[in-house]
């Protein structure tokens, strides 16, 4: 079946440095994606979205970068800092409007 | 605006017993998501609706689970009978389907049967 994944289970970075996550999906027709940020129980927070009509959208801190031909997307974070901290979901959306996630990733910051 | 509200933040319940589950979605928003998160499978998509109308409920696990939507400002996810393997937490999530903006989620419910 069609699923959003995550390459990575775990990534740890240095306070300071750039982070990278990636993640993969698998529905070429889905037009909207969404990065989600998770905190110990808390619920899912949006951080930044992309339409499949862009390649790239800036936030505060944030990037994201959409590559429709590998059907890849990532989401970059300058500057880490411990706060960052938290699983990150990437999601993906179509016409239906049924929210898919990936399995997530937890980005552990170093001090 | 008080965001997407669930209630209890948490349930304690023995097997068998019937648990409902409750959501409040954002006021304005036409979409409503049911998912559950474990550790083992992640956050699936159990039911969504539109305009208060089911669109799929291919994600519920069983007949056990139901639910439903009575109106645009309440939803309820029903489990009768729990078992244990229903132990997760439930988080409800509102949109306006067609915007193209973010889906709100709640606090989620975490619920535990023993």
């Known amino acids: 079946g069609e699923s959003v994944g995550l390459h990575l289970p775990t990534l740890s970075v240095q306070e300071g440095d750039n982070s990278i996550i990636n993640c993969a999906y698998s529905?070429?027709?889905?037009?909207?994606f969404i990065w989600y940020k998770q905190e110990s129980g808390k619920g899912p927070q949006f951080i930044i979205d992309?339409?499949?009509?862009?390649d790239k959208r800036q936030g505060q801190r944030v990037t994201v970068l959409l590559n429709k031909t590998v059907k890849h997307l990532s989401l970059q974070i300058a500057a880490t800092q411990p706060g960052d901290s938290a699983v990150y979901f990437c999601?993906?959306?179509?016409?239906?409007?049924?929210?898919?996630f990936g399995k997530g990733i937890t980005l552990s910051v170093r001090p | 605006d008080a965001g997407v509200i669930q209630s209890p933040r948490h349930e304690v319940t023995e097997m068998g017993q019937e648990v409902t589950l409750r959501c409040k979605p954002i006021s304005g928003h036409n979409s409503l998501f049911w998912y559950r998160q474990t550790m083992m499978r992640g956050l699936e998509l159990l039911i969504y609706f539109n305009n208060n109308v089911p669109i799929d409920d291919s994600g519920m696990p069983e007949d056990r689970f139901s639910a439903k939507m009575p109106n645009a400002s309440f939803s309820t996810l029903k489990i009768q009978p729990s078992e244990p393997r229903d132990s997760a937490v439930y988080f409800c999530a509102s949109s306006f389907a067609g915007s193209g903006y973010g889906y709100t989620f709640g606090s989620g419910t975490r619920l535990t049967v023993v």
């Open positions: 999601a993906e959306t179509g016409a239906n409007s049924k929210l898919t």
């Open positions: 992309i339409r499949s009509n862009m």
């Open positions: 529905n070429s027709a889905s037009d909207y």
